[in-house]
């Protein structure tokens, strides 16, 4: 956290008094007097501002700060409870693929044991590559998007990407043409009730949908435009978020999460050839769908490793005394 934007001092709650701020975002330890004595005050240790907001963890959690929840991350309960299948077909493709475009070197690496090892490696590693490639990118669409939500300026690094800038060129298409207006962007949202949290791309509304009712956005950047690159499991995502209890602003503070989105979002998939604005299904029923993904998830991950046992050994045969 020593990366967020967090001030130097700030008044502690308990005792009044102004105390430094840790790099982490807690109010620097104290004593304060109670009937005349020094005593440590409660609200050192206390999280400020945007420290307060809660971050995924590598294990796919959202800890609260607000109750000490530990909050499963929406992506993590797709990614345990509803395996894509086409990605299976699309990783076997793309090593295949990989292997007619590499004939030379992997004939030539078949030769050696260490070298065979090597291209082993590397041709199983294939669909990893092409995957982190895509995250990469799209994480820095998300960027863009966000800097533009918010009115912040673009990261130097991306804005003068050549790759990058179409995509910014459509995404601004998108909402002079829709005549989109945001009101949130990358939220971090909680349902305590169902024990899960997750970070929102946007809530939109545009007068030509739904009658500029509030929405659920998502902004996918994979496939192209004349192939299908949006799944239901995006509609899926959406009726989390769109279920949330709870909601982060900036500052920090939690509040209440919107209960008027629609039963309908919209997924933006902004490809650099233009891009193509999709409906998609984010109502009771699909969160209905949510909460059974979830069950299949805590299974996988709570139950499963404890449902099969060690192998049984034969019993020994004591042999009687002729």
Known sequence: MADLDLPDRTTCEECGTDQAVTKTGAIRKHKTKVDGVS???TGGGTLVGVARIPRRSKAGYYRCHVTGEYLRSVTTILGKGSPKEALVHWAGNL??????????????????VQEREEAYDWLRRAHTRKKDERADLGSAVHSL??????????????????????????????????AVTFEAS???????????????????RSPYVAGGALLMGDTKTGGELDVKGVYPEAGVQMAAYANAEFGWLRDGSRV???????????????????YRLIPVRCGRDVFDAFRHVRHVADFHTDLAPHVVGDALTPPTKTRKAA
């Open 186 to 204: 990358e939220m971090v949202v909680a349902n305590y009730s169902e024990s899960y949290a997750g970070t929102l791309d946007y809530l939109l």
């Open 39 to 41: 005593m440590p005050c």
């Open 256 to 274: 209440p999460f919107p209960n008027d989105v629609h039963d309908v979002g919209v997924v933006l998939h902004l490809r650099p050839e233009g």
């Open 145 to 178: 998007i966000e800097a533009h939500v918010l009115g912040a300026p673009v990261p130097e690094e991306i804005e003068n990407n050549p790759e990058l800038r179409p995509f910014l060129t459509h995404f601004h298409r998108f909402v002079d043409e829709f």
């Open 95 to 112: 090593v295949a693929e990989t292997a007619l475009d590499s004939l030379p070197y992997l004939v030539r690496s078949s030769r050696r």
